[in-house]
């Protein structure tokens, strides 16, 4: 299982959401956590004056830009979240994309975005090391070109990448909201179909379309169900649902339990 986490509920996630992660361990499934950092890197970057600008979702990150995403990403963020998990008895070992080339990747389109990348191949076997150890592995979403030189790779389809690669069974993706909402009301069950729809009536904006184009690209023969819900409470309930908004296949039906 992939779990994403957003940089907008990172600082924010409660005890109750380890305990569903916790619980997830306890029913055999490996989990593998991808992080962002967004609001983290916006505030070092005013705080050191620098500026950017998001180009369709993606930060454009000059050589300036992108050495404070790495501190930032790789570094505060990172380690914070593999304490907060220590805390809670998961023990957790946090990398970033560059580390033992775990996330390879190539820039998208210097000109327009600069120093961004996409995940071309991730090192399973680095993963698959720290989990039969026992190790929730959590990665920073840097990525490493074939120059051996830093890439910014936006955290959701830096997940998305991973839960293909590992051809996992399901992606979470965490976020300061309940799932996918529609004038508030939240959407439990939807399909690639419908996600095109709700994008092309701006019903889904900003920050939810890297995400849901990310659970898209990721469903898959394997993958049938990605999941986008909040880190503030507990995500499972009482018979194994999880909670928020499932996104699957246009051709399947009804509810996986965990
Ligand atoms: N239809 C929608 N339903 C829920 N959130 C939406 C929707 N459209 C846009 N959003 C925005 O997407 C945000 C989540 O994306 P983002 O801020 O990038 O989070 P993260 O850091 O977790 O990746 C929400 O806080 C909300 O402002
Ligand atoms: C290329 C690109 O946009 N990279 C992102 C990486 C962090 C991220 O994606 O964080 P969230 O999950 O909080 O959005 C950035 O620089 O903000």
């Known amino acids: 299982m992939v779990v994403k986490c957003g940089g907008s509920i990172i600082n924010q996630l409660t005890p109750n959401f380890f ?3 916790q619980e997830l361990k306890n029913n055999g499934y490996d989990v593998v956590l991808v992080h962002g950092g967004g609001p983290d890197i916006q505030h070092v970057l005013s705080a050191l004056n620098i500026q950017s600008e998001f180009v369709n979702g993606m930060r454009k990150t000059s050589k300036e830009v992108l050495q404070v995403v790495q501190m930032v990403l790789s570094g505060k963020v990172n380690k914070n979240l593999v304490m907060m998990l220590q805390k809670e008895q998961i023990s957790s070992v946090g990398l970033s994309g560059c580390d033992g080339n775990l996330l390879e990747a190539k820039a998208i389109d210097v000109a327009s975005f600069g120093y961004v990348g996409e995940v071309t191949k991730v090192n399973q076997s680095l993963l698959k090391s720290l989990l039969d150890g026992g190790y ?7 990525g490493i070109d074939p120059n051996g030189d830093c890439l910014n790779i936006n955290a959701d389809l830096a997940a998305g990448a991973v839960a293909k690669a590992l051809h996992a069974k399901q992606l979470l993706f ?3 909201v309940p799932g996918i909402l529609n004038n508030d009301t939240l959407i439990q069950n939807t399909t690639p179909d419908e ?8 019903i889904i904006s900003g920050g939810m379309i890297p995400k849901v184009k990310a659970a898209l690209s990721a469903l898959s023969e394997t993958l049938h169900q990605v999941h986008i819900i909040s880190g503030t409470e507990s995500f499972v309930t009482d018979d194994g649902d999880v909670k928020g908004t499932s996104i699957t296949n246009n051709q399947m039906n009804g509810v996986m339990n965990l």
């Open 174 to 176: 965490v976020t300061d």
């Open 195 to 202: 996600i095109n729809d709700l994008i092309d009536e701006g």
């Open 19 to 21: 305990k569903s992660l």
């Open 136 to 142: 929730m592995p959590v990665i920073s979403s840097l």
